[in-house]
Structure formats: C-alpha cells, structure tokens
C-alpha cells in the first residue's frame, strides 16, 4: 500500500471514529446526559416550569459550536479520504473548526454563565474563568487564523505555477 493510498485509509477511519463520536455525544446531549453541571443541578428550583427548563439547556448551549467542531472534522477528513485537493479542504476544515470551537469557548465562557445568572433574577458571577474554556477559544480564534495562512500561501502557489 503506497502512502497515499495509506493515509486516505486512516482518514476513512478517522473519519467513521469521529462520526461515532460526534452522533454519540449529540445522542447525550439531546438526552440532557451531558451538558448539566453539578453545580446547576443544585441551583434547580424543584419543578419542572419554563425558568427550570431554560436552565438545564443553557448549560448545554457550548456543546453546539463544539459538535459543528467535529462535523467539520469528519467532513474533512471525508474529503482528504476521497482524494480531494489538500489546501481547500486544510483551510475550511481550520476555519470552520476553528469557528466551532471558539463560539463554544465563548458560550461557555460568557453566555451559559450570563444567561443563569439572568433566569435564576441576577444572583451568581458575570464570568466563568474555566481555563478549559479560555484555552479553546484561543485555539479556536488561532485556527481560523491559520486557514487564513493557508488561503494565502495557496493562492502564492497558483501564482507562482501561472508564472512558470
């Protein structure tokens, strides 16, 4: 098997690995499974009204950008698996991940908390310094940074080979 042929065949494995993840982790999160932190259990008023409701899918609101995250994965390596041209596909595949993962930083970062500090009549911090959070968004806005690098350096390359 050559090394081309090799690598199109990690990422149709990749590929199915991540899918399985990504419908694995949607399946949990539209099941309220993940997405609820201890910490707002607690702070649940018993019932079952629109105020509850609301704040057990805010907390969810994050998992959003980070499953776009992982389709663009799996859409990216779907393309490279199939032979598809490497810069297109690098640099979307970058941008969009990078999109995902930085909206869902900044949900997590500023909205959930904002948006449960609202519902539940303005009690509770105005931000929540989750390392976790902050590290991914920087990530995030790094990405779509670099597609940006790749964008660049493709249209340089078709340049070059229209001179030669």
């Not at 596909?89 to 449960?116: E, Y």
Request: charged share 10%; with cysteine.
């Amino acid at each position: 098997m050559t090394m081309p042929d090799r690598f199109r065949a990690q990422c149709r494995l990749l590929r199915i690995a991540t899918l399985v993840v990504f419908l694995g982790l949607a399946l949990m999160l539209s099941l309220g499974l993940i997405g609820l932190p201890s910490l707002h259990m607690q702070a649940l008023p018993s019932g079952n009204g629109p105020r509850e409701t609301l704040l057990m899918l805010v907390p969810g609101l994050p998992a959003l950008g980070y499953l776009w995250a992982l389709w663009a994965v799996q859409r990216a390596l779907a393309d490279l698996a199939g032979g598809r041209l490497f810069h297109p596909t690098v640099a979307r595949a970058m941008r969009q991940i990078g999109i995902g993962v930085l909206v869902g930083a900044l949900f997590n970062v500023f909205a959930v908390t904002n948006l449960t500090r609202m519902i539940l009549g303005g009690h509770g911090s105005y931000l929540y310094f989750d390392l976790s959070g902050i590290v991914l968004g920087v990530v995030g806005a790094a990405l779509i940074l670099l597609a940006r690098l790749v964008d660049q350096a493709r249209a340089l390359q078709a340049e070059l080979d229209e001179i030669l």
